[in-house]
């Protein structure tokens, strides 16, 4: 089945330390997105990639940057993690950017920071 | 502005009855769609079912239905023969004008055996 992967599932890092989080898709979208969910929240959007094309979400701190090497692999990366980082991340695709557009997730990457 | 309501943050239902989550939106496109996300606890965002706003025709994907109601801008889900597993946060979104989608705030619902 075509899908949205992540992984790891859980990963837990360090005050500081960085770290990278991954997200593949069998689906050959064009576009793959970053969201950042905290408890019991709607998720947040950090980023996006239409293509090769990097898109950042103007509140999206600079701590946070991501990675897109072909169609099918895209990363975020934390560079300091911070206490308030503990989250879920999500990955999504959609097809294309033309709007409306259905976006597909990831199982998610529950981060700890400690 | 475009936004989403949720205005039900929890909901409870006694298994095999019905349930509706309620939705309203603002938008000033023409075209636009609507989804119902569902998200178990600590588990995947699943998309439940999808409205594209062109068609009067409400969406329907087994045991879950839509009202539809363009004019008055709502999008209620509804749950038929719920069952333990529809326990859940259950997000509604849009998706026009932007490649951003507009999540309401959820609403938790949970199943009660």
């Known amino acids: 089945d075509a899908m949205v992967i992540q992984n790891p599932r859980y990963q837990v890092t360090q005050f500081g330390k960085p770290v990278t989080l991954s997200c593949s898709q069998t689906?050959?979208?064009?576009?793959m997105y970053w969201y950042q969910q905290k408890s019991s929240q709607a998720p947040k959007l950090l980023f996006h990639?239409?293509?090769?094309?990097?898109?950042n979400e103007a509140d999206t701190p600079d701590n946070f940057q991501s990675r897109r090497p072909n169609t099918s692999f895209c990363f975020l990366d934390i560079r300091s993690p911070g206490l308030g980082d503990a989250a879920m991340y999500l990955c999504?695709?959609?097809?294309?950017?033309?709007?409306?557009?259905?976006?597909?997730f990831g199982p998610g990457t529950r981060l700890l920071v400690l | 502005a475009q936004t989403v309501t949720q205005s039900q943050p929890e909901m409870s239902v006694q298994e095999a009855e019905t349930v509706t989550l309620s939705c309203t939106y603002d938008?000033?496109?023409?075209?636009?769609?609507l989804f119902w996300y569902k998200q178990p606890p600590s588990r995947q965002m699943i998309l439940v079912i999808r409205?594209?706003?062109?068609?009067?025709q409400n969406a329907t994907e087994n045991r879950f239905s839509v009202n539809f109601q363009k004019a008055a801008k709502s999008f209620s889900l509804k749950i038929s023969d719920s069952q333990l597993g529809d326990t859940a946060m259950y997000f509604c979104?849009?998706?026009?004008?932007?490649?951003?989608?507009?999540f309401g705030t959820g609403t938790r619902l949970k199943v009660l055996a």
């Open positions: 999504a695709t959609s097809r294309d950017q033309g709007y409306p557009e259905t976006q597909y």
């Open positions: 689906l050959n979208h064009n576009v």
């Open positions: 990639y239409y293509d090769k094309d990097f898109n």
């Open positions: 938008t000033s496109e023409n075209n636009y769609y």
């Open positions: 409205q594209e706003a062109y068609k009067q």
């Open positions: 979104a849009l998706s026009s004008g932007t490649y951003k989608y507009i």
